[in-house]
């Protein structure tokens, strides 16, 4: 059998370099040099390593593959369209990067492996999908010991960034806004990374079957002295509008419960004790603690509208609005705040409705929990930013108009229906 023609192509970099940059596989101008990342992608590459405070010349790089394939297409190392089976000749390619890896691991100081790209995500972890895995921390499936940070391929973030704006559309347009300013914000995350070698996860408890008695203590113990409480609902789809599924509280970003309010497609307690609940979380609102929501908007109208419960008009933050006042061009999804300002990997499919059905309610309600935590933990990072970037009036201003915006939701607006 023929196999490829075009130059083999070793890492590059010193094995005293604490990153590691993996990308997917030489192109044209790699092979011409023999030295990898040397084309569009690699000056990218090199310009988001300077704007960190970083040298190329004090990094790794290397490929999953070491030789360019035809018209550059990555999937002639592939015997199918999804790229997961590779061929005889991707296998090779393949072993020898595994080899590669397993020295570096007892013959360098790398602490952190920055995947670049689908390609390099799914051999080093084995995770599938660029924009959920983004942003997270991963241990290396390929050879154990590495911990890997995933992110773009800067050939990706070049074509967004270089492609004719009367082409892009919908969610295109908006990643290639996003695209640099996120590139550079992984090379800020991945240097921070670089400087240690373990995998630090915050441990979060979450508590999601506590019984009647022990939530009633709870909610008290909340709004018996000032705390700061991220705050967060969950909801079914009804006729007569959403359901409150439960409703989630995390005092800090270790710690949440949560409150169920149906259980097995059925109410979770009692009249009398679902009375006493909503009694009890309404205390809290009404108290001088802090609450913390992410797209309050969403969540206070609900509450508001089908459960009649209110939040003290000074007694809450959003902390959608607080990133986006500080980064009006990134966007404002928890999943996105979470990757760029916590070291909690990707999980928000534990609450993807699948076919048209919800998730167990366990699943939901741990789900529900861990929102809890992260937007806990967002809180006070995003808050600093806010206040050393100069935002944080602007930021306050948009909070103050959110009362009108509330009452026209749950009111509507009045019109001359004539005029």
Known sequence: MERLKSKIIAPDGPLSAKLCFVGEAP????????????????????RCL?????????????????????????????????????????????????????????????????????????????????????????PCTLVEGFKVYCTYHPSYVNRLINEQEEKLMGDKKKQAVNALPVFLKDFERAKIQSQFPEIKYIE??????????????????????????????????????????????????????????????????????????????SEFFNSPSTKIFHNAGYDLAVLARYYGLRVDKDSWQDTMWMHHAVYPYLKKSLAFCTSVYTWEPYYKDMGKVHFGVRSSDAQEFAYNGKDCCVTREIFPVVMRDNKEIGTWQGYLRTRRVFESHLAMTLKGIKIDVEK
Not at 29 to 35: I, R, Y
Not at 93 to 109: G, R, Y
Request: one cysteine or more; charged letters at 25%; hydrophobic letters at 40%.
């Open 27 to 46: 192109g044209e101008e790699e092979d011409e040099t023999g030295l990898p990342f040397v084309g569009m992608a690699g000056q990218l590459l090199n």
């Open 50 to 138: 300077t704007q960190v405070g970083l040298v190329r010349s004090e990094v790794l790089v290397h490929n999953i593959f070491c030789q360019r394939p035809p018209q550059n297409n990555i999937k002639y190392f592939y015997q199918d369209a999804s790229c997961k089976k590779p061929t005889w000749e991707g296998e090779e390619h393949i072993k020898i990067f595994t080899d590669w890896l397993t020295k570096l691991k007892t013959n360098s100081d790398v602490n952190v492996i920055v995947a670049l790209g689908r390609t390099a995500i799914y051999h080093l972890t084995g995770k599938d999908k660029v924009e959920k895995w983004r942003g997270s921390v991963l």
């Open 204 to 281: 979060r408890k979450i508590s999601i079957d506590l019984s009647f008695e022990e939530l009633r203590e709870r909610l008290v113990e909340l709004t018996k002295d000032i705390h700061t409480v991220a705050v967060d609902i969950e909801t079914l789809p009804s006729e007569d509008g959403p359901l409150l599924w439960c409703i989630g509280f995390s005092p800090d970003p270790g710690t949440a419960f949560v409150v169920p309010f149906i259980r097995g497609q059925d109410c979770a307690w009692t009249e009398e004790q679902e009375i006493v609940l909503l009694r009890l979380i």
